[in-house]
């Protein structure tokens, strides 16, 4: 004779609704992200406040959108890129429109034997490249300047960059923000007064962000040699052109008395 087996009660959720493994992967729409994997700081504590696990992430792409290629792009990205090779793993960079200023990445932090330039000069050398290293996790941050890639092209990049736990930066000009783009992470940069960035989170892992940051970034190379004077140089432009401004008073109209005979 078999005995019938006693039901087990049903399994009560937390008091939130869901399991704790669900509530712990849930991710909702008005919070920023939590990242997959690890992440590395900007150098710019505003910066890393906005992002998604307060830094650069892995498992993905993130697009550097500027208005002129090959300059800002190091700005923003040097305090990061020196973390890597201050831990040993080299920079790839592809394509970059300007050959890169040893002497300058040097005052960044950025060892030159860590520094690895592939010279690719066409769109289609250039996408090979990336999508080569990325297949090959073959270093510890990848730069790479694509300006005439197209959607779908992002977007299988996305894909293999998923599977890469370096972080991947895919630079590309200011015009192509109006397009679509499978990168979980988009970030406009701008110049903007006294030596500042002027950088704007055109699209996260969470709510948007409506206000832009001014990050503090002076070039390495003169950030040892500029005077104090010289560190708002805004406040002396705009002082000479008040000094320079003449105040005339307002003519008043000329007043006709008429004549009453």
């Not at 590395?40 to 208005?67: K, R």
């Not at 960079?93 to 592939?118: N, Q, T």
């Not at 010279?119 to 490249?129: F, N, Y």
Request: with cysteine; charged share 15%.
């Amino acid at each position: 004779m078999y005995n019938t087996p006693t039901p087990l009660p049903p399994s009560r959720p937390p008091a939130g609704g869901l399991p704790s493994a669900v509530a712990a992967a849930l991710w909702r729409a008005d919070q920023l992200g939590a990242p997959v994997s690890a992440v590395w700081p900007s150098g710019f504590a505003a910066l890393d406040a906005q992002l998604p696990g307060g830094g650069w992430p892995g498992h993905g792409l993130t697009e550097i959108l500027t208005p002129h290629s090959g300059t800002l792009e190091w700005r923003l990205l040097a305090p990061a890129l020196r973390r890597v090779c201050a831990a040993g793993q080299p920079v790839v960079v592809v394509g970059p429109p300007l050959p890169p200023h040893l002497p300058g990445l040097r005052f960044e932090g950025i060892d030159a034997r860590s520094l690895v330039w592939v010279q690719a000069d066409t769109p289609a050398e250039r996408l090979w490249s990336a999508e080569q290293l990325i297949k090959a996790q073959a270093c510890g941050a990848l730069v790479a300047w694509l300006p005439q890639a197209r959607a779908a092209q992002i977007r299988r990049l996305q894909v293999l960059a998923a599977g890469f736990e370096a972080p991947v930066f895919v630079c590309r000009p200011s015009r192509a923000l109006r397009e679509s783009s499978a990168a979980p992470l988009r970030v406009q940069a701008a110049v903007g007064l006294d030596w500042a960035l002027r950088v704007r989170i055109a699209k996260r892992k969470g709510p948007p962000l409506d206000d832009t940051l001014h990050l503090a970034s002076v070039p390495g190379a003169l950030a040892a040699v500029l005077p104090p004077r010289l560190g708002q140089p805004s406040r002396w432009f705009f002082r000479e052109e008040i000094d320079h401004v003449v105040v005339r008073p307002v003519a008043q109209p000329e007043r006709r008395h008429s004549t009453v005979h």
